[in-house]
């Protein structure tokens, strides 16, 4: 079964550069979260986008910018790297229709490293 | 402040054993509760879930027990295996607001070690 795909799987930037990461969803799926997880850490939410709109809004820095393009896959952009960026970025979608499909499932990540 | 409370936060159980994993949580409004199994480097892959309206749900050798009342649900992983060994993550759904919306707040992970 096709999974959530996520691009690059790994990244390395300098501090103060930009970065962008790209997530293809499941095939069919309208929805999709954004997850940043830290070394030994829980994944903490920082944007969902629904049918090309967002929809929601965690803690997400505003240097840091993200959109959901009309066939489905979202780009999250992080401009001003900072050391603290360093981290696994998850990529989750799910069927956002109600009473279906309410499981989130997710990529591989991308692990974002700052130097 | 973590709205998912995980305990505890290292475990290790012998081959053929029994794995126990809690979280408790605060927020009555949480609709969908998962459990997520993590090796390193790895996404977060689904591993069984519940409805706050369901007591217990078994999967295989997975088992998520769920008291409402308490605030408080369970994985039990029954005859552990080496292959098992990996962060497990409990979670909660933010009940929909919106389409989309449906967040997912984590607790703070369970590394689980499986000795032969």
């Known amino acids: 079964a096709a999974g959530v795909i996520q691009s690059p799987r790994h990244l390395i930037k300098e501090k103060r550069e930009t970065a962008t990461l790209k997530c293809y969803p499941i095939p069919r799926h309208d929805t999709v979260y954004w997850y940043q997880q830290g070394p030994g850490q829980d994944p903490q939410f920082l944007i969902s986008f629904y049918e090309k709109m967002q929809s929601d809004k965690g803690s997400i820095p505003d240097r840091f910018s993200a959109q959901q393009f009309s066939d489905y896959h979202s780009e999250l952009n992080m401009s001003s790297l900072e050391l603290g960026d360093s981290a696994l970025y998850f990529c989750?979608?799910?069927?956002?229709?109600?009473?279906?499909?309410?499981?989130?499932?997710f990529g591989p990540g991308t692990r974002l490293t700052v130097l | 402040q973590q709205q998912v409370k995980q305990s505890p936060q290292s475990l290790i159980v012998q081959k053929g054993g029994i794995s126990i994993i809690n979280c408790a949580y605060e927020?009555?409004?949480?609709?969908?509760f998962p459990w997520y199994q993590q090796f390193p480097g790895k996404g977060p892959a689904l591993l069984i879930a519940i409805r706050p309206d369901v007591s217990e749900k078994k999967e295989g050798r997975f088992t998520i027990s769920f008291n409402k009342s308490a605030k408080q649900f369970s994985l039990h992983i029954m005859d552990s295996q080496p292959g098992d060994s990996a962060t497990y993550f409990c979670?909660?759904?933010?009940?929909?607001?919106?389409?989309?919306?449906?967040?997912?707040?984590f607790g703070q992970g369970t590394r689980l070690t499986i000795n032969p």
């Open positions: 989750a979608s799910s069927l956002g229709l109600a009473g279906v499909g309410i499981e989130q499932f």
């Open positions: 979670a909660a759904r933010v009940p929909r607001i919106r389409e989309g919306a449906q967040k997912l707040v």
């Open positions: 927020n009555t409004a949480f609709d969908y």
